[in-house]
């Protein structure tokens, strides 16, 4: 209902239209593959959910599971990467079941651990996840990470995740009425997106402009912007972007009193929110319907419509209810399966803490047995040694006995050429002596020479003696050396 102001949108009363339109702008948003490296356009985008339908909770939790799995596998292999990557993965499944602390919890590991090994395109699109998953429970945070992930990425940002940073920074600007600024944000997202080419994109953020400037009572202008949008969601078969642009042209046109026009848009919007499904939108447009007819006195078309609006609404609160059931249910099957791995990983460190037990073991057992081995060869080695010192020992003692035995000869045999020898010696030189006086009779030189001749026999005889000891000595001394 337009109410009496000529410029209904500048109202805070109006404010629950325009933040219809941000949230189906969010819903593009949030279609982007976040984990996409390439310069995707809209839609192809809007074709691509971040991980599965949510109309799939068991999908869900079969990929937490082997998300899990792989954490797991990546963190026992010191795979940082990997990690990185699961972690960003697991995030994304936790956002869509809208368990937002969990998801936060994983994207910001996952940017830290990008961050570490420095990756910082990676980190910017972690940022940039977590900025999407705040926009949706903190708008001020949500804003912090945009910025961080523009900054981090200011040159490696794929272009679709630059163009959305901005449009989501002009949503989140836009949200607090900081009109300029979120119009600033849109011109640098519409920048980007011209240069790329990107059409859904530049339709998308002339929706965006549009309906600031619808806001800020330049119609005509946005009536402009408006237009190129529904052209380009349209082409691109965005039709929620389409309903959006549809319900507020069909009002612009109404303000300015173009009833053919308005008519023929608010018409379309109807069609549109029909085909999507949008009852939301359907609530907005049979009261809208219902306050036209009722201002042209045609109370039977405005009540079938407000009876539309009656059951658009009770559509509504089913389909809110049938989501909340699916949220709930899905939580349950998901904290009930991460008991069920939480019990696993128990499983898992309790059998990892036995294996270790069991290889400490083993090293004490082989350390015990090297020792044992080192210690048995010692006293081998010191036995031999031993035995070896033994045999020495006894073969300097019988050296030294046979040291001291030919010692004890060789005194003999200077005891003997003392007084053996030397005694036979001076006999003959005194018999000499005695044969040299010339006074001798016959008889006494007779005498003396028998006697020098047997001192000489006797001489011989001590020699011969000699000789043999000395033979003896000999071969008994080379037998010891040998």
Request: charged content about 20%.
């Amino acid at each position: 209902m337009l109410g009496n102001s000529t410029n209904p949108y500048a109202a805070r009363k109006t404010a629950p239209l325009r933040y219809i339109r941000l949230m189906l702008c969010l819903g593009v948003v949030l279609s982007l593959p976040i984990q996409a490296m390439s310069g995707a356009n809209t839609s192809e985008a809007n074709t691509t959910a971040i991980v599965g339908t949510p109309d799939d909770p068991q999908q869900y939790l079969q990929m937490d599971s082997l998300l899990q799995k792989e954490l797991l596998h990546a963190q026992q292999n010191h795979l940082y990467l990997e990690q990185a990557q699961v972690l960003s993965k697991l995030g994304n499944l936790y956002s869509t079941l809208y368990k937002y602390p969990e998801a936060i919890r994983y994207l910001q590991q996952a940017y830290e651990l990008f961050l570490r090994q420095g990756h910082h395109t990676q980190a910017a699109l972690a940022q940039y996840q977590i900025g999407l998953v705040y926009y949706k429970t903190n708008y001020k945070e949500g804003k912090a990470c945009f910025q961080r992930a523009l900054q981090l990425g200011a040159d490696s940002l794929p272009v679709v995740e630059k163009i959305s940073s901005y449009n989501t920074l002009g949503m989140i600007e836009d949200r607090d009425f900081h009109f300029p600024e979120a119009l600033a944000y849109y011109q640098k997202a519409l920048e980007i997106a011209v240069q790329a080419g990107n059409d859904g994109w530049i339709g998308t953020i002339h929706g965006n402009m549009g309906q600031i400037l619808v806001q800020m009572g330049q119609t005509e202008k946005a009536l402009s912007y408006l237009q190129k949008d529904l052209k380009a969601s349209l082409q691109h078969q965005d039709f929620l972007s389409a309903l959006a642009a549809c319900f507020s042209i069909s009002r612009i046109y109404r303000q300015r009193g173009d009833r053919a026009n308005a008519f023929l848009s608010l018409r379309q919007a109807e069609e549109l929110a029909l085909k999507t499904h949008s009852f939301l939108m359907l609530k907005l447009i049979y009261k809208e319907w219902a306050d036209i007819y009722e201002k042209q006195q045609q109370p039977e078309q405005a009540l079938a419509y407000l009876h539309k609006y009656m059951q658009a609404n009770d559509s509504l609160d089913k389909e809110n209810q049938e989501v909340t059931i699916i949220r709930t249910q899905s939580a349950f099957d998901l904290q009930k399966k991460e008991n069920q791995l939480q019990l696993v990983r128990m499983e898992y460190e309790r059998k990892e803490q036995i294996a270790r037990f069991i290889l400490i073991a083993l090293g004490l057992l082989l350390f015990c047995s090297v020792l044992g081995l080192l210690l048995y060869q010692k006293n081998k080695i010191n036995r031999l040694l031993n035995l070896q010192t033994m045999n020495l020992e006894k073969e300097v003692l019988l050296r030294t006995q046979k040291l001291q035995s030919y010692n004890d000869q060789l005194r003999e045999f200077a005891f003997f050429n003392s007084h053996g020898v030397r005694s036979v010696v001076a006999r003959m030189l005194g018999l000499g002596q005695l044969l040299e006086l010339g006074d001798l009779t016959e008889q006494e030189q007779r005498l003396y020479i028998e006697k020098l001749i047997e001192s000489a026999r006797q001489m011989d005889q001590e020699l011969t003696k000699i000789n043999i000891f000395l033979e003896e000595l000999t071969v008994s001394h080379h037998l010891d050396q040998s």
